[in-house]
């Protein structure tokens, strides 16, 4: 603008904060996933003698603190990047509803241009959700009780993934299955930690497993993500879980993730490490068929 004499320059307005990022209403929403989930827990995944909404804290307080983990992963790592992002937004979902939660996210505020960035962003997450579920999942293997009697019709069984195996094995169990014990509240947090880390490793678009693979493929993510998709739909035969979230996926983040400016410099050794290291974790915690009902 012109200047006048006496005229003063004043600095542009700071814009205010949206009341949506204002951390009252992430506290907000992290209270109220905290309620719906313990009562989830303390409805659904009743001990001996237990239940209630104290009974519950067993099975939300871990799978928030997994949620929480996982997000916060996402988030210091942007924060190391100067990218903008919000604090973790925390979704309760309606009671009934499964496990009481539509689970976490954060917002980035700007396109991630750096592919070192982009993968370290993308990979932060479910490595630290994985690694915040595993003590719990110990914890949870070892206190799970037989039950005494078989399985009523339209009962949920839980299809156990590798981690799961694994764990009975160091906590020495023995391996046993949904249909034969009660699960307790904290294995079932780690369990739906572990699904929550396959579903967001998927290689699709931008979800987190899209940001990996764009970082480590290059050219080649879209190519291999419609391969990824076309896998996804066809388990649907078995189970709905996979086919629908990778059609959710493909619909509202895309299937192709944005090229970065910087695509064809090598990845490097260390970063190409952890590339794989998702990989691996997607197979530890991946299931073809996560949720089963018994039959007449």
Known sequence: MESFPGMVSLPPPRP???????PLFHLGLLVATFFTTTYFGGRIFQREGGGGFWGGLSFSVPLLLILGVHEMGHYLTCRRYGLAATLPYFLPAPI?????????????????????????????????????????????????????????????????????????????????????????PTFMAAWFGLLVTALNLLPIGQLD???????????????????????????AFRGPTWAFFGVFAALFVGVAH?????????????????????????????????LQFTSD
Request: some cysteine; charged content about 15%; aromatic content about 8%.
């Open 16 to 22: 205010r904060r949206r009341w949506i990022e204002h």
């Open 209 to 235: 497993g899209g940001h990996v693979l764009r970082a480590a493929a290059g050219r080649r993510q879209p190519w291999i993500s419609y391969a990824v998709l076309i896998g996804a739909v066809a388990t």
């Open 96 to 184: 009934p509803t499964l496990i009481g939660t539509f689970g976490a996210l954060i917002r980035i505020k700007q396109p991630i241009r750096d592919k070192r960035a982009l993968l370290d962003v993308g990979a932060a997450g479910p490595l630290a959700g994985f690694a915040a579920a595993i003590p719990f999942l110990l914890y949870g293997v070892a206190r799970s009780t037989p039950l005494t009697g078989a399985s009523t019709p339209g009962t949920i069984l839980f299809e156990y993934p590798l981690a799961v195996r694994l764990a009975q094995d160091l906590a020495g169990v023995g391996h046993y299955s949904s249909a034969a014990v009660r699960e307790h």
């Open 258 to 290: 944005p090229p970065v400016d910087n695509e064809a410099e090598p990845l490097g050794l260390r970063r190409a490490s952890i590339a794989v290291l998702c990989a691996v974790v997607f197979v530890l915690c991946f299931t073809p068929v996560p």
